[in-house]
């Protein structure tokens, strides 16, 4: 992976990325692996609710945060964007640092894979300020390695997520979604959703995950209602049983008339279909006053992935 020096394009001096959140409109999760990961069949799609990552030459890697609860993400070697930068720097032969700024809108530990979208903006980042000429192929390679969702992180739009999530299949989508999303107070833990769900399932068999092809057929022919009735998230009632408030904001989703309600992958926040802006407004307006969540947020989708904005 380690491009030749003549072959680099120019650094730059400073380098901003514009990185999305992501749900899931389907995440079927399979039976427990032996790598403690889950076999997925997802449908991943990225929505205009965004972090930004402003990447500034220095001597050694650091990282700052600052929005959205900032406060509980790490500045130390374990924050996602470091090992981001870290990761790049070992494989692309650069000795130089890298200060990341962190400006935080997608929620932390939300089911939004905010840590991951910071990654994927990371990689983007290093990547241009250092000159380091990477394909998007390396991006993707160097991306698996960091989690799960940071590949679909870097590519965004809509796209069917299979093995831990890092295989990917873009999709087409007619027309563009528009969503509510209820944040939450707190955060769930990834890693104790998929062990609550594992307790839930106990000694029994899971099948092969699957996405059905009436999401996929909804997504193609822009069938809002189709897809409405299409949402489906393994990991719901195990974040539901984890997070018992969640069935109030899901209830409150239902009596607004979305055409479909789900929780963002491993929670807590949720999201829900609108029939247009217009009812997403409305929604969101009721939403604030009476499903029990911290920020309610109005999005659209698909977006792009991770990219350098002016
Ligand atoms: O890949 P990532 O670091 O985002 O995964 C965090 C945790 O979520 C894993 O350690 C694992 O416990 C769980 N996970 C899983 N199956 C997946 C993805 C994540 O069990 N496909």
């Not at 069949?41 to 609860?69: C, K, M, N, P, R």
């Not at 924050?79 to 930068?85: C, G, I, S, T």
Request: aromatic share 2%; glycine share 12%; hydrophobic share 45%.
């Amino acid at each position: 992976m380690t491009s030749q020096r003549g072959d680099r394009p120019q650094r730059a001096a400073i380098v901003a990325v514009r990185v999305p959140a992501k749900m899931n409109i389907v995440l079927s999760v399979g039976p427990l692996r032996r790598d403690g990961f889950h076999d997925l069949a997802t449908v991943f799609h990225a929505v205009s609710l965004y972090d930004e990552v402003v990447a500034t030459a220095a001597d050694t890697i650091t990282v700052s945060v600052e929005g959205l609860d900032a406060e509980l993400v790490p500045l130390d070697g374990s924050n996602l964007a470091v090992r981001a930068a870290r990761l790049l720097a070992e494989r692309a032969g650069i000795r130089v640092g890298v200060h990341l700024a962190v400006r935080k809108d997608i929620p932390v530990a939300g089911g939004m894979a905010g840590g991951s979208a910071d990654a994927a903006a990371a990689l983007v980042a290093c990547d241009a300020l250092w000159g380091a000429g990477l394909t998007s192929a390396d991006l993707q390679t160097l991306a698996a390695e960091l989690g799960s969702d940071v590949p679909f992180a870097l590519l965004g739009g809509t796209a069917i997520g299979s093995g831990r999530g890092e295989h990917l299949r873009p999709i087409p989508v007619t027309g563009r979604l528009h969503w509510v999303v209820a944040i939450a107070a707190g955060g769930l833990s990834t890693p104790g959703v998929y062990r609550a769900l594992d307790r839930q399932r106990r000694a029994h068999r899971m099948p092969a995950p699957a996405v059905p092809e009436a999401a996929v057929a909804a997504l193609e022919n822009g069938d809002v209602v189709a897809l409405g009735k299409a949402l489906r998230n393994d990991l719901q009632p195990a974040a539901v049983a984890l997070e018992p408030g969640l069935s109030t904001t899901l209830d409150a989703g239902k009596r607004m008339g979305a055409l479909g309600g789900l929780v963002s992958g491993s929670g807590p926040t949720c999201v829900f279909l609108a029939a247009d802006g217009d009812h997403a407004a409305t929604m969101a307006e009721d939403m604030s006053r009476t499903g029990g969540c911290r920020h309610v947020r109005v999005v659209t989708g698909p977006v792009p992935g991770a990219r350098v904005v002016a």
